[in-house]
C-alpha cells in the first residue's frame, strides 16, 4: 500500500472483490430503481448534502493531500460541485424528456423521437489534483442520467479518498454507488470487468491503458486528460490586468491543475513589459514574498512531484525572471514557489511535457502567426487563453479542448460549457447537461402505425415497398 494511503489510513478494497461489486451494481441496474427521476433527484440531493454537511472536513482533508488553503478548496471544488448537483437536480426531467425529431416529409405518422436513457453500470477513475470536481463532478453525471456506479477515488489524494469512502455508504444508496480504493492492482481488476461507460481523469498514457482494457467489452470511454495549454498575449492586451490573471491561474493549487496556463507565448516586446507585470502583481499578492506567503499556496502532491518539477526547472536554459527554484525539501512541506522564466527557447526542459507545477515559461515568437505554428507543432492542448483586442486568428487557426479569451481557468466553471480535451487531451465532455448526456444512451424510437385506419393508411402509401420489386414504385 502506499505511503500516502497508510498515512491517512485508507483501506484498499481487496482486488478478488471487486467482480463481485461489478456484479452486485450491474444487478441493481437491471432492478430498474435507478430509472425514475424522483429518485436520481434524491441521490442527487443526497450528494449535495454529502458535500454541504461536510466542506470543513473536506476541507481539511484537501489541506492534508495538497496542503491548499480553504479558499482554493470552497472556490474550486465545493461550490462549483454543490452548485452542479442543486442545477441537476433541478435539470434532470427537463434532460430526460423525450425529445422530437423532425420527421421529414416521408415520415410524419411515426412520431420519431429520442429517449435519452441510462447506460448501465459505469465507472468513474478520477484524479488527485482536484479530488471533488473530478471525481464527484462526474459522478453528478452519471447519476443524473440513471446509472448505477463505481467511483475509484486516486490514491493519491489518500485524505479525501478515505473521507468520500466514509461518507459514500451514508448518504448514498449503496446498491447502486460504491466507491473502490486502491493502487493499480485494484484499477486493473475494474478495468477487467464490463461496464457500459467509463470516464477517467488522469494522464495520456494510463489513458490509452483505459481505452485499450474498454475495447474488449466495446465499452465508450471518456478520457479528461492533461497537456501544455498556452496564452498568448498581444500588446493590445491590459498587461496588469493580464498578468494578474495569468499569474492567479498559474499559482492556483500551485500549478496542478489540468487547465493551467503552461506557458506565454508573446513578443520579445510584451514579454519585458508583462514580466514587470507579473512583479507587480507577485508584489500584492504575496507583499512579503512568497516564502512568507507558504499558508496561501497550495504544496505539490508528494515528494515525487516535486522533485520531477525541480528537474524541469533545473535544466531550463531560460532566465528566471520571478521567484526561484526551492533548495530543498528538507521541512517535507512541499512547498515549491511560483518561478517564471523569460526567454524559453521551444526544445527547453520546462517546454518538453506539461508542467503540471508552479513553473510559467515564457517562449517569445515575433507574431501571432508564429504562435500559431508553434501551438500546432504541438499536441492539441486541453485549453487555449488569449489576451489581445481580436484573437479570433488564434482561435480559429489552432486546435484545443475549450477557449477563453481575458482569464485564465473560468470557463471550466461554467456549468453549461461542455468541459472535455481533443487529440491528446482526451475526448469526450461532462458538466452539466453534457455530462448527463455523456452517460446515456441516445436511443432512436419510431412508432409506426400498424392498426385501424392510421395503419391502413400508412400500409396503402408503403405497400410499393414489398416483393415482386417495380423500380417504379421508388419514385412514388
Ligand atoms: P493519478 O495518478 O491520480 O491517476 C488517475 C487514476 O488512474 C487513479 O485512480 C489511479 O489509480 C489510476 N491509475 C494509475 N495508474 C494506472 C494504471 N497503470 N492502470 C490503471 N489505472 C491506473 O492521476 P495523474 O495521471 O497523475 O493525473 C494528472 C494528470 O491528469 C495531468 O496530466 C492532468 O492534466 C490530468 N488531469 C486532467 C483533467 C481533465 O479534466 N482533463 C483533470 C485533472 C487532471
Known amino acids: 500500500m502506499a505511503a500516502a494511503a497508510e498515512a491517512a489510513g485508507l483501506k484498499y478494497d481487496a482486488v478478488e472483490s471487486i467482480p463481485q461489486i461489478n456484479k452486485e451494481l450491474r444487478a441493481a441496474f437491471l432492478t430498474g430503481k435507478t430509472r425514475s427521476i424522483e429518485y436520481r433527484q434524491n441521490q442527487l440531493k443526497q450528494l449535495a448534502f454529502m458535500l454541504q454537511d461536510n466542506e470543513d472536513a473536506f476541507c481539511e482533508a484537501l489541506n492534508k493531500d495538497l496542503g491548499r488553503h480553504k479558499f482554493e478548496s470552497m472556490f474550486a471544488e465545493l461550490m462549483t460541485t454543490i452548485t452542479e448537483a442543486v442545477e441537476a437536480v433541478h435539470s434532470v426531467k427537463s434532460w430526460a424528456k423525450k425529445e422530437k425529431v423532425s420527421p421529414g416529409l416521408a415520415w410524419g405518422f411515426h412520431n420519431p423521437h429520442v429517449r435519452r436513457e441510462p447506460k448501465g453500470t459505469v465507472l468513474i477513475l478520477g484524479a488527485w489534483n482536484y479530488p471533488l470536481t473530478v471525481q464527484i463532478g462526474p459522478l453528478i453525471g452519471a447519476i443524473a442520467a440513471g446509472n448505477t456506479c463505481v467511483l475509484k477515488p486516486s490514491e493519491v489524494s489518500a485524505h479525501s479518498a478515505k473521507l468520500i469512502s466514509d461518507l459514500f455508504p451514508k448518504y448514498l444508496d449503496p446498491e447502486c454507488y460504491r466507491a473502490v480504493n486502491g493502487g493499480i492492482p485494484q484499477s486493473t481488476a475494474l478495468l477487467d470487468c464490463r461496464w457500459e461507460h467509463i470516464l477517467y481523469t488522469g494522464n495520456g498514457t494510463v489513458g490509452r491503458i483505459v481505452a485499450e482494457k474498454a475495447a474488449k467489452w466495446l465499452c465508450p470511454t471518456t478520457l479528461e486528460l492533461g ?23 498559474k499559482q492556483f493549487n500551485v500549478g496542478q491543475t489540468c487547465v493551467a496556463p503552461d506557458y506565454v507565448l508573446c513578443t520579445k516586446k510584451v ?21 512568507a506567503a507558504t499558508d496561501q499556496q ?51 526542459s520546462i517546454m518538453t511535457g506539461e508542467i503540471f507545477g508552479p513553473v510559467l515559461p515564457i517562449v517569445a515568437v515575433q507574431n501571432v502567426d508564429e504562435a500559431i505554428q508553434f501551438i500546432n507543432s ?53 458538466h452539466g447537461k453534457w455530462g448527463f448526456d455523456e452517460f446515456s444512451h441516445k436511443r432512436a424510437v419510431l412508432e409506426a402505425p400498424h392498426r385501424g385506419i392510421m395503419g391502413h393508411a400508412v400500409e396503402m402509401l408503403m405497400k ?8 417504379k414504385n421508388l419514385s412514388m
Not at 497537456?227 to 491561474?249: F, M, N, Q
Not at 483586442?389 to 487557426?397: G, H, P, Q, R, W
Open 227 to 249: 497537456g501544455k495549454s498556452p496564452t498568448w498575449v498581444d500588446e493590445t492586451a491590459d498587461l496588469p490586468i493580464a498578468a494578474k490573471r495569468i499569474l492567479w491561474g
Open 271 to 291: 514579454q519585458s513589459q508583462l514580466v514587470a507585470e507579473f512583479k507587480k502583481a507577485a508584489d500584492q499578492f504575496w507583499p512579503k514574498g512568497q516564502e
Open 298 to 348: 497550495s504544496k505539490m502532491v508528494n515528494e515525487g512531484h516535486w522533485k520531477r518539477v525541480k528537474g524541469m526547472l533545473e535544466g531550463t536554459n531560460g532566465k528566471i525572471v520571478l521567484g526561484g527554484p526551492p533548495e530543498d525539501n528538507k521541512s517535507q512541506s512541499r512547498a515549491f514557489p511560483l518561478v517564471v522564466v523569460s526567454d524559453v527557447k521551444p526544445d527547453d
Open 378 to 430: 504541438r499536441d492539441q492542448p486541453l485549453a487555449l487563453y488569449s489576451f489581445s483586442a481580436n484573437s479570433d486568428k488564434l482561435i480559429e487557426n489552432c486546435r484545443s479542448g475549450g477557449v477563453l479569451t481575458g482569464d485564465i481557468l473560468l470557463h471550466n466553471a461554467v456549468g453549461s460549457l461542455p468541459f472535455g480535451g481533443t487529440g491528446p487531451s482526451g475526448y469526450g465532455a461532462y
Open 464 to 471: 410499393g415497398r414489398y416483393p415482386p420489386y417495380n423500380i
